[in-house]
């Protein structure tokens, strides 16, 4: 379904004559097993499952790191929520910085077209496509919408710890 998911919202950011026009999830999933077969679902499996390997790598690494840093520097209260939410900023900036390259492959290698007259696709796998775009684009194509990447994985982490921690503290005075 990632596949189908990262189609659908690059649809629209297309020439017109390049855009496959989808009309929903269902035609999505529909055309791409008509047109490329079961195999195309899993193009950027490779890069996502890596990406998700460092997200848990860099924010659980990080976090505790964090939250010590800011006890001390900024004489927060270790675990208070201020705490918490300055940590996990700064670890889904560290774990963004590390994963936009991966999470720009797989949408590359989820949005590839075969090539009109070889009929092959253009990126094979995650080196190969980071080692393509770095040579034809440049490096800093692979962070190519890094702010909203950024927003969205700080977000994500910021919520997830700060309700770990308000999940912790219930606990302890439950005790």
């Given at each position: 379904m990632e596949v189908a998911t990262v189609r659908m919202s690059n649809d629209a950011t297309l020439p017109l004559a390049e855009r496959r026009n989808y009309t929903g999830v269902f035609d999505v999933v529909k055309r791409i097993n008509a047109e490329e077969g079961v195999k195309a679902f899993w193009r950027g499996a490779t890069p996502f499952a890596q990406r998700a390997a460092l997200v848990g790598v860099f924010q659980v690494a990080t976090l505790d790191q964090f939250k010590e840093l800011y006890a001390k520097q900024l004489n927060q209260k270790k675990n208070s929520i201020s705490n918490v939410f300055c940590a996990a900023m700064t670890s889904g900036l560290i774990y963004s910085i590390a994963t936009m390259p991966l999470e720009a492959s797989k949408n590359r290698m989820a949005i590839q077209k075969p090539d009109a007259v070889t009929?092959?696709?253009?990126?094979?796998?995650?080196?190969?496509?980071?080692?393509?775009?770095?040579?034809?684009?440049?490096?800093?194509?692979?962070y190519n919408?890094?702010?909203?990447?950024?927003?969205?994985?700080?977000?994500?982490?910021?919520?997830?710890?700060?309700i770990v921690q308000i999940l912790r503290d219930n606990y302890k005075s439950m005790q």
């Open positions: 009929g092959k696709l253009p990126y094979t796998g995650t080196i190969q496509t980071l080692r393509a775009v770095s040579a034809n684009e440049g490096f800093m194509a692979l919408g890094f702010l909203p990447y950024y927003m969205r994985c700080g977000g994500h982490t910021v919520s997830m710890f700060i």
